[in-house]
């Protein structure tokens, strides 16, 4: 039998808008969206006109509405109903956008992170520029307990998203540095802004940067390098130290974790 121009089988429909025919035989077993007609033998046959509503359907399914919600807006559609869905949904929008876009800049960071390490051999020492930087300091936790506390703290503030995306360091002071000093640091530092804390900025300018390959019991040998460093090149140093790992979430081994020190070098 040749149908009319203007219907389609279920099959027809399906291929159009690039689904499963199932999910037609569902979407109207359930009331969310029929064929125009059907035919005498129980064929579903739709019109190519419902190709419209069908796709608003779609729409509203990927902006995570249910399919209650859906056959709701479906039975009373309103000026008022739609634009109270557009204005929810477009807020909606733009916190997903904005949430990919911190999920962008975070990925940014690593990549850049990870072509650094590569780079770095065993031990480097070297003056770089850096950008002012805000962080947030915290009291270095002692003990597992303190530790848990800690990030049970940041995991309120910040939420599991948020915290993937933090870079977190440790800092001691110069004094212990160079009085080789190293068995406590002073504190945690993020580049976030944490709640009930006091913002501090790491200044712009010339910094003495130390790379170092290799598990945490081989960072005490890169402070004695750069101190060293330092005193060579008659380099003076202020502010604080501090250390950061680069690409603990890329390694299977701790023989490739690399270590990044920085401490502020003023006449250089």
Not at 186 to 210: H, N, Q, R, S, W
Request: hydrophobic residues 35%.
């Amino acid at each position: 039998m040749k149908l009319p121009p203007w219907k389609m089988t279920t099959a027809q429909f399906a291929k159009l808008h690039g689904l499963n025919k199932r999910t037609l035989h569902y979407y109207d077993e359930i009331g969310l969206f029929s064929p125009a007609c059907k035919g005498e033998n129980g064929y579903r046959y739709y019109d190519y006109r419902q190709s419209m509503e069908f796709e608003y359907i779609r729409m509203l399914k990927d902006l995570h509405m249910s399919i209650e919600e859906i056959k709701e807006y479906e039975r009373n559609p309103s000026s008022a109903s739609f634009l109270k869905i557009a204005d929810t949904k477009l807020t909606e929008i733009e916190k997903e956008i904005q949430r990919l876009r911190m999920t962008a800049d975070s990925l940014q960071r690593r990549k850049e992170q990870l072509l650094l390490c590569e780079r770095v051999e065993s031990l480097e020492i070297r003056l770089e520029k850096q950008n002012e930087c805000t962080v947030s300091t915290i009291p270095y936790p002692h003990g597992d307990a303190s530790i848990a506390v800690l990030f049970h703290h940041m995991m309120n503030a910040f939420g599991a998203q948020q915290l993937r995306d933090l870079n977190m360091g440790c800092f001691l002071s110069l004094d212990k540095v160079q009085n080789r000093n190293l068995d406590s640091y002073d504190g945690l530092f993020t580049t976030a802004i944490l709640p009930d804390t006091e913002p501090m900025v790491i200044p712009k300018g010339t910094y003495l940067c130390g790379y170092i390959k290799g598990d945490w019991q081989r960072i005490p040998q890169l402070y004695e390098a750069m101190c060293t460093y330092a005193e060579q090149h008659d380099i003076m140093l202020s502010g604080a130290a501090w250390e950061i790992g680069l690409n603990e979430f890329a390694i299977s081994s701790m023989d490739a974790y690399v270590t990044k020190i920085m401490i502020k070098a003023d006449n250089a």
